[in-house]
């Protein structure tokens, strides 16, 4: 089926060395009221929400979405969002959290210079998440993964999760591709899976934009254009987002004092770095790592 431009899959050659990956970091069915409210975070992972009973809200960037029962929710990473219940409503919902690494190395692809991946291509359909009434194969997929998470006994059972993790996440896409005939072009898909790929390796030091569109043989002005159009915010803020994202694994897995997480992850001081973790979470990265990561 032609997706996004391209008309092959390159799944079996891709992902056979990390098909049996743990992916996945927590699935279960959970229960909130109105007491539970989870505020402003951010993460590395994906999370797959499927709302079985009740209502609850969430923000996710400057959206605010009501979920109700049947709603399925998809949030893609580095994107800030928060859970709560209001009023005298419960919730109860399946939840499942994983890493999206196993998935950035499928190639939906035969472009070699810059090839656009499984994750990529979700991030340009969905650009920060995903919200619909479930159907069938979303609500099998759920169901199985959970299933299969609480059994994990081989190395089959991990390869069942992660395969059927792709079939949801082309399951999306095919949405995506239905609802919206004016696809992306082919060309731009590869420069702005480029540009992903640049800054996931290059985030700890300074990027500046313009060596990104020489690396493309194109203007820094239509690379802006192109990745304000495709992420659906401007590059120094997903920038600032993906280093923050960072110093949250960082705080979360290390004893690293925040001057040195600054460091880490290219910003020039705590001083800054403390700003700007101020900006995107609305609270100070000491607070944050209080408040909500746990202590190792």
Do not use: W
């Not at 927590?26 to 109105?34: H, P």
Request: aromatic share 12%; hydrophobic share 40%; glycine share 4%.
């Amino acid at each position: 089926k032609k997706l996004y431009g391209f008309n092959n899959f390159k799944i079996f050659e891709e992902i056979i060395m990390n098909l049996s990956a743990k992916s996945i970091t927590g699935a279960k069915v959970q229960f909130r009221d109105e007491t539970y409210r989870f505020g402003k975070h951010l993460h590395t992972s994906i999370e797959l929400y499927l709302l079985k009973a009740g209502a609850c809200f969430m923000d996710i960037g400057n959206q605010t979405i009501h979920c109700k029962e049947g709603d399925f929710v998809l949030i893609l990473p580095h994107v800030v969002h928060s859970f709560y219940v209001e009023g005298n409503s419960t919730c109860i919902f399946s939840h499942i959290h994983f890493e999206p690494d196993v998935f950035s190395t499928i190639m939906l692809s035969e472009e070699t210079e810059y090839p656009l991946s499984l994750m990529n291509a979700l991030l340009f359909a969905c650009n920060s998440y995903h919200h619909q009434k479930t159907d069938s194969i979303i609500s099998g997929c759920i169901t199985k993964v959970i299933n299969l998470y609480h059994q994990e006994t081989t190395l089959l059972d991990f390869a069942q999760i992660n395969i059927t993790l792709i079939k949801l996440f082309l399951h999306v896409l095919e949405i995506y591709e239905d609802s919206s005939p004016t696809a992306h072009t082919e060309i731009q898909n590869h420069y702005i899976s480029f540009t992903l790929d640049y800054i996931s390796q290059n985030y700890m030091n300074k990027i500046v934009q313009s060596e990104i569109a020489d690396s493309l043989h194109i203007s820094v002005r239509y690379l802006s254009k192109l990745f304000a159009r495709y992420m659906g915010l401007p590059m120094s803020n997903y920038i600032n987002i993906f280093r923050i994202n960072k110093s949250i694994v960082l705080m979360d897995t290390t004893d690293m004092t925040l001057t040195e997480i600054a460091l880490a992850i290219g910003l020039s001081s705590s001083q800054h770095f403390s700003k700007l973790f101020t900006d995107v979470i609305n609270m100070t990265p000491s607070n944050y790592r209080k408040q909500f990561l746990s202590k190792k």
